[in-house]
């Protein structure tokens, strides 16, 4: 597709469940970031691939959490024994270089995490 | 403290006028990027402008214009002749530095409804 696609849109989960998220970034693109949004509040740094390697994980709330990237393209968040407080929209970003500036930042429309 | 402050949870203007959403940021780093995004209902961060700590001139991308005051460390902007599709919530972001750390740090969002 043209733009960044994640998948699932909407999840539940009851407390205590294992999810992935997916995240198909934009072809070619060799940055990947995933972004925690709750509701009413901005976007918050999660992590960072530059291809395959994972360069910044500093913002993952706790060892429940865990990215991968393997191929450098699909990547998945995985969010292990949920808890109510990782209710939250969780975006995915890619950008084409290395670097960011200007507007290169392409994002997708997230998927929506309910833990009941 | 916050990198990123947005003062106004929300804002109102009347169809065809022009408003200003507010912005102050805070960073120490000589070399920065300001950037705002919008997010609609569907939840996709959409780029609308951005602006580098060393450029000289004020963004624009049609009726979008980022209002940078360097010393006052303010990015406001500007949406001209407001249209209804523009109600949405506006985000502004900053990411620090050239070649390190790439992630953008949000503020809380302003969500902006436009009356007819």
């Known amino acids: 597709g043209a733009g960044v696609s994640q998948s699932p849109r909407y999840k539940v989960a009851k407390r205590g469940q294992d999810v992935a998220l997916r995240c198909d970034p934009i072809?070619?693109?060799?940055?990947l970031f995933w972004y925690q949004q709750a509701l009413g509040q901005g976007p918050e740094f999660l992590t960072y691939?530059?291809?395959?390697?994972?360069?910044?994980k500093s913002g993952l709330p706790s060892d429940r959490f865990f990215a991968e990237r393997p191929e450098g393209s699909v990547s998945t968040l995985k969010i292990q024994r949920t808890q109510q407080e990782d209710s939250a929209v969780y975006l995915c970003?890619?950008?084409?270089?290395?670097?960011?500036?200007?507007?290169?930042?392409?994002f997708g429309e997230g998927s929506r995490l309910t833990v009941l | 403290a916050q990198k990123i402050t947005q003062t106004q949870p929300g804002m109102f203007v009347q169809e065809k006028e022009a408003v200003t959403l507010d912005c102050t940021y805070d960073?120490?780093?000589?070399?920065?990027?300001l950037f705002w995004y919008k997010q609609p209902s569907s939840g996709e961060m959409i780029f609308l402008i951005y602006?580098?700590?060393?450029?000289?001139q004020n963004a624009t991308e049609g009726r979008y214009s980022l209002n940078f005051q360097k010393a006052r460390k303010s990015a406001n902007l500007v949406i001209s002749a407001s249209q209804l599709g523009d109600s949405a919530m506006y985000f502004c972001?900053?990411?620090?530095?050239?070649?390190?750390?790439?992630?953008?740090?949000f503020g809380s969002g302003t969500r902006l409804q436009v009356q007819p």
């Open positions: 072809s070619g693109h060799v940055s």
């Open positions: 602006q580098g700590s060393y450029d000289q």
């Open positions: 972001a900053m990411r620090e530095g050239y070649q390190g750390r790439r992630a953008l740090t």
């Open positions: 691939f530059q291809n395959e390697a994972q360069l910044d």
């Open positions: 960073t120490s780093d000589p070399s920065y990027g």
């Open positions: 970003a890619s950008s084409l270089t290395g670097t960011l500036r200007s507007g290169e930042l392409f």
